[in-house]
């Protein structure tokens, strides 16, 4: 509509004015006033505002037409999201390899004219050929992380949860972080994500959900960030922690270690003093998971949590999962907490930007304002809250359910995001750019 009324408006070759005149009464027509034709734009402009598609799933929009499409299908018919996204998937990884078949065609022809004497135009078409070809590689790994993107958004709904379109106060509800947490982990990894809830909102976790908290955008864009990274982390772990339990090569703490001599060395000893040993207790297993409750929760001294006696306080022993991260070495500590790809790399900064803005910005205002002459953490803590509290940095406030309702968020969106990569490495092989691989091309 909007474009038929530029159409009308576009000028004309001068004609005589003619009044138009009823068929019927013979009245003079009235011509629509300035007013009625700027309501009638108006309203052309919001009809076609209306048409357009809006994406409300989450604070990022795609970036390609692969990525609009994987979106129109997740929001519009999601029965046929994932053939459709494998279809996408496919499609770039067959252009993938045809492109990798020219590109050995062209070498061997430039070799081929570079043995016959004509270097110079070999060079040249050889340098075009590639620089065609990075433009394709970088239009296809923008359609892989739009894709990737919108299969996080998917899990999201799939647990029942919308993602935070903006950074502000909201209701915190019980449904969400109980999705937030059980639906998204292990029952072994949620004691680590409650160990990091705490560690990340620090005393301000010991608060009411409704408290204001005032803090800087850099300070959240770091929490946030950290927390996806986190979530990644954990998936991966808790993967290998699964895989190793259900092999039984789960590493025994010194604790249970313990605990099994006493009950073999007690149960030897009933034996010995029975005066008919067939009577005698069976000897109990040696298997771990047999031998003591598997939460995570056990009373101290061997006393069973809720038993009376003592004071009747509880001591946490460290989960499972816990004590198999504290057996890695640093090596694998290490090898375990990196990104593998260069696509989750660019999705971490991608959320975290949509949510908190330019991440490089902010830092260079808190820098400015900051200084760099602090002498200790303390000193720099004091002068990034006066810093806040004077407006010189961009800051927000939110409550402090709305802090932990975020953190677990980008906790889930790190595990999400670990689930996606898996499953595309798996389906399509070498369709992911490894972090490794960008860093020495990035290099040469």
């Not at 629509?32 to 919001?46: F, K, Y």
């Not at 994500?193 to 010991?206: F, R, T």
């Not at 939460?295 to 069973?304: D, F, K, R, V």
Request: proline letters at 4%; one cysteine or more; charged letters at 25%.
């Amino acid at each position: 509509m909007q474009a038929a009324f530029v159409a009308a408006r576009a000028p004309v070759a001068p004609q005589p004015r003619q009044r138009a005149v009823s068929s019927r009464t013979g009245s003079v027509a009235a011509r629509p006033s300035r007013a009625s034709r700027q309501s009638m734009r108006l309203r052309a402009q919001d009809e076609n505002a209306e048409q357009e598609p809006a994406f409300a799933l989450a604070p990022s929009k795609p970036k390609s037409p692969t990525g609009e499409m994987a979106a129109y299908y997740l929001q519009m018919q999601p029965h046929l999201f994932r053939e459709a996204v494998a279809t996408a998937f496919q499609r770039i990884a067959d252009a993938r390899a045809e492109e990798a078949r020219a590109e050995q065609e062209q070498a061997d022809a430039a070799a081929a004219a570079a043995a016959a004497g004509d270097k110079a135009g070999g060079d040249a078409e050889v340098v075009l050929y590639r620089r065609m070809a990075e433009v394709k590689r970088m239009e296809q790994m923008l359609a892989i992380e739009d894709l990737m993107y919108i299969c996080i958004l998917e899990k999201f709904q799939e647990i029942g949860v919308d993602m935070l379109p903006r950074v502000e106060p909201i209701e915190e509800s019980t449904a969400t972080l109980r999705a937030l947490t059980e639906g998204v982990h292990s029952r072994e990894a949620i004691d680590m994500v409650k160990e990091h809830v705490l560690a990340v909102l620090g005393p301000a976790s010991m608060a009411f959900s409704n408290t204001m908290i005032k803090m800087s955008k850099l300070q959240a864009a770091q929490v946030y960030a950290a927390s996806i990274m986190f979530g990644y982390f954990l998936r991966r772990v808790d993967k290998r922690f699964q895989l190793a339990k259900q092999l039984g090569m789960l590493p025994d703490s010194r604790e249970d270690a313990v605990a099994r001599l006493e009950r073999l060395f007690a149960q030897a000893d009933e034996v010995e003093e029975s005066t008919d040993p067939d009577t005698a207790q069976p000897a109990e297993p040696l298997d771990a998971d047999q031998a003591q409750p598997s939460t995570s929760y056990s009373g101290s001294g061997g006393q069973a949590e809720g038993s009376g006696g003592g004071s009747g306080l509880v001591r946490r022993q460290k989960s499972a999962l816990r004590r198999y991260v504290e057996s890695f070495d640093q090596e694998t500590m290490l090898q375990t907490a990196r990104l593998v790809t260069m696509e989750s790399a660019q999705l971490t900064e991608r959320q975290t930007k949509a949510l908190f803005g330019d991440i490089q910005a902010l830092q260079r205002d808190m820098q400015e304002a900051v200084g760099q002459d602090a002498s200790s953490m303390e000193e720099i803590m004091a002068r990034v809250q006066q810093a806040v509290a004077d407006g010189k940095v961009e800051s927000i406030t939110l409550t402090v359910g709305t802090q932990r309702r975020a953190v677990l968020e980008a906790v889930a969106y790190g595990c999400f995001l670990r689930d996606v990569e898996s499953w595309v490495d798996s389906e399509w092989e070498q369709l992911l750019t490894p972090v490794a691989a960008a860093a020495s091309a990035g290099e040469a």
